[in-house]
C-alpha cells in the first residue's frame, strides 16, 4: 500500500516558472525523501529531511515538513526543460527504516 | 566507483515460468531492497535486506523471495510468473548514515 500520496498526479508548466509538488503521508515518519524518475529509469535521490527539521534547501529545490499535518511539499524554481520527470516522495516510518514506502508520483512537465 | 547494477536490463517470460534478477550494490553498503514499478505508478516494496538478513517484507504473495549474499549482492526470485508481475523490478542500496537510496536502472520483465 502507498503511505504517501503525491498532489498534483501531473504538472504541465513553462520553462522558467516554479513548480510546486505536494506530499501527503498516514503514519509517524523517521525523514521524509524526495526522488526524481526519467522516463521509467532508476530513480535519483534529491533530498532528505528528517523529523525534526522544518525546511531544507539544495541548489534550487526547497523541501519543508509539516509534521503535525503530516505534509511535505517540494518546490524546484527556475524550471528547465531537463526538470521534466516524474517526481515521488518517500517516507521512513518511525521505528521501521527497514521499509521505505513512495507515493505515486507526480509527473512533471516543462514546456518550452 | 561503481553504482547500483542490475542484471538482466529487459526479459521476456511465459506465463508460469520462474526468474531471477540480480544486484549489486555499492561498495560498503550493506543493504539492499527490492522494488515493483508498475507503469505509471510509484515503487511498490518488496524485500529489505541487511547483512543477509530479511529486515522487511511487503506485501507480496510467497511467489516472491529473494536473498543476500556475503558480499552483499542479492537476487530476486519470482516462481509461478503471472501477467501482473511485468513491471520494472528495482533494486537500491542504501546509504547507511543517511538512510538514502541509490537505485540501479532497473530489471524490465514482461510476462506473455
Known amino acids: 500500500s502507498q503511505q504517501g500520496e503525491e498532489d498534483p498526479q501531473a504538472l504541465s508548466i513553462q520553462e522558467g516558472e516554479n513548480a510546486t509538488m505536494n506530499c501527503s503521508y498516514k503514519?509517524?515518519?523517521?525523514?521524509l525523501q524526495w526522488y526524481r524518475q526519467n522516463s521509467g529509469r532508476g530513480l535519483v535521490h534529491l533530498i532528505l529531511i528528517r523529523s525534526n527539521e522544518r525546511e531544507k534547501h539544495s541548489g534550487r529545490l526547497r523541501v519543508t515538513l509539516d509534521t503535525s499535518k503530516k505534509s511535505s511539499s517540494l518546490l524546484i524554481t527556475a524550471s528547465r526543460a531537463a526538470d521534466t520527470a516524474s517526481y515521488f516522495c518517500?517516507?521512513?516510518?518511525?521505528?521501521?527504516?527497514?521499509?521505505?514506502?513512495f507515493g505515486k508520483g507526480t509527473r512533471l512537465h516543462i514546456l518550452p | 566507483d561503481a553504482g547500483v547494477t542490475q542484471s538482466p536490463t529487459h526479459l521476456i517470460k511465459t506465463r508460469g515460468q520462474q526468474v531471477t534478477l540480480r544486484c549489486s550494490p555499492i561498495s560498503g553498503h550493506k543493504s539492499v531492497s527490492w522494488y515493483q514499478q508498475v507503469l505509471g505508478q510509484g515503487p511498490q516494496f518488496i524485500f529489505q535486506?541487511?547483512?543477509?538478513?530479511?529486515?522487511g517484507r511487503g506485501n507480496f504473495p510467497d511467489r516472491f523471495s529473494a536473498r543476500q549474499f556475503p558480499n552483499y549482492s542479492s537476487e530476486l526470485n519470482v516462481n509461478a510468473l503471472l501477467l501482473g508481475d511485468s513491471a520494472l523490478y528495482l533494486c537500491a542500496s542504501h546509504r547507511g548514515d543517511t538512510g538514502e537510496l541509490f537505485f540501479g536502472e532497473g530489471s524490465r520483465l514482461t510476462v506473455l
Open positions: 518517500a517516507t521512513a516510518l518511525m521505528n521501521r527504516d527497514d521499509k521505505i514506502i
Open positions: 535486506y541487511y547483512e543477509k538478513e530479511e529486515r
Open positions: 503514519t509517524s515518519i523517521n525523514n
